[in-house]
């Protein structure tokens, strides 16, 4: 949103409130946890992504005040605004597991993590090491960024054990906190038959509560029987945090629903009760999965519709249908490509079913999708795939 916007505003005219040296594609963490990437393909210097057009303030935001148009950073400068767009991420709240942040600090503990660039290399490291035992995986209660990416990981480490002749020795389990295995029918029933025939167990409605890591065991609560726990060994664990908002948006009811959350009209992305304020990505309460590629559809919303009140035109033309997309890697050179909409229907790409496994799905998510994120959605020439939708569906699709 910067490159689009300070193209049309001018230099420094659009400012940037960003306290990171990194800048990280974090859709690849999979890739890189199931050994088919490395974490330097990840990340770019934060000074190299940043439009130049644009004021970059290296600095964290830690109190918004929406009525006066003004934001104080941690250094205690005040920022005033005309239009604020907030995009402040999910933070991975890995000290709210008793356990968990000893277990993956600590050597050889068999506790890994794709979530963070810290911890992603631990998860290729331990199955390299993985003689024989449980490997165990979680997904907590939501929210949580890239859904899809707690089964994910699932798949590739069952591809790697199966091509390293360690299958027979593994017993594979994914333990999730939701009631079902994706949202959206279509791809689950694609994924069970997946999980089915590589002989994975899936326990849903059931959450981690504690890792005792020099025991190597995990507690988990059954969410359909409150009080009732189940230990588990495991040789390697991996873990998908709890997240949340960060505590300056979290904090501030004026901004944010019951769930700490912006709270953004779900069609037109505007505040519901400041109309100078806009909203994009896993901070928001849109109702739909957070991916990069639902951020990719909202910045063209957002281009229109900022766009429109900076003219003092009418905002509302453009329409967020909630549009986002989950790669499902299943193995190395195998994809199943969940694209869906506010309504969990199935808003596909491709003329041709993507509920299925496919080679070229897989090379799309691994090669083509980090190109066109570096290249082109942070310099402002990428808004979704809705215009190849409708091309490749003969202008019948949405």
């Known amino acids: 949103m910067a490159a689009k916007f300070s193209k049309r505003l001018g230099k420094n005219r659009v400012i940037v409130v960003e306290p990171a040296d990194v800048h990280y594609y974090q859709p690849m963490f999979t890739l890189v946890g199931g050994g088919l990437k490395k974490l330097q393909e990840c990340s770019r210097p934060m000074s190299e992504v940043l439009p130049d057009l644009a004021h970059w303030i290296k600095d964290k935001v830690v109190e918004f005040d929406p009525s006066a148009s003004q934001v104080r950073t941690k250094r205690g400068d005040i920022i005033n605004y005309d239009f604020m767009i907030v995009a402040t991420g999910l933070e991975l709240n890995y000290e709210q597991i008793p356990g968990l942040v000893e277990g993956l600090e600590l050597r050889d503990s068999g506790v890994c993590s794709n979530y963070s660039p810290r911890y992603t290399d631990l998860t290729y490291k331990y199955l390299q090491s993985f003689q024989k035992g449980n490997i165990v995986f979680t997904f907590p209660k939501p929210p949580v960024k890239c859904p899809g990416a707690p089964q994910k990981i699932v798949y590739l480490a069952e591809d790697y054990l199966q091509k390293n002749g360690k299958r027979q020795y593994a017993n594979l389990i994914y333990n999730s906190a ?121 910045c063209g919303i957002l281009r229109c519709n900022l766009g429109a009140a900076l003219s003092g035109e009418t905002v509302g033309m453009a329409m967020y249908d909630g549009y986002t997309s989950c790669p499902l890697v299943t193995g190395n050179n195998k994809c199943i490509l969940a694209e869906f909409d506010y309504n969990l229907q199935p808003l596909e790409t491709f003329p041709m079913n993507q509920g299925v496994e496919s080679t070229l799905m897989y090379t799309l998510k691994a090669h083509v999708m980090p190109e066109i994120y570096w290249r082109a959605m942070l310099n402002g020439f990428w808004e979704g795939p809705s215009l190849c939708r409708k091309a490749l569906h003969l202008g019948m699709g949405q």
């Open 178 to 298: 939701l009631p079902v295995l994706f949202g959206v029918k279509k791809y689950a029933d694609s994924l069970w038959k997946v999980v089915e025939r590589r002989n994975i167990e899936v326990n849903l409605k059931r959450n981690l509560l504690e890792v005792r890591p020099h025991k190597k065991e995990a507690i988990f609560e059954d969410l359909d029987e409150p009080g009732k726990t189940y230990e588990t060994k495991y040789s390697v664990l991996h873990v998908t945090p709890p997240q949340s908002t960060g505590e300056a948006l979290k904090n501030n009811a004026d901004l944010t629903d019951a769930g700490g959350f912006l709270e953004l009209d779900k069609a037109t992305l505007r505040h519901v009760r400041f109309s100078n304020i806009y909203g994009i990505g896993d901070c928001t309460n849109l109702p739909t999965s957070k991916t990069a590629a639902a951020v990719a559809a909202q």
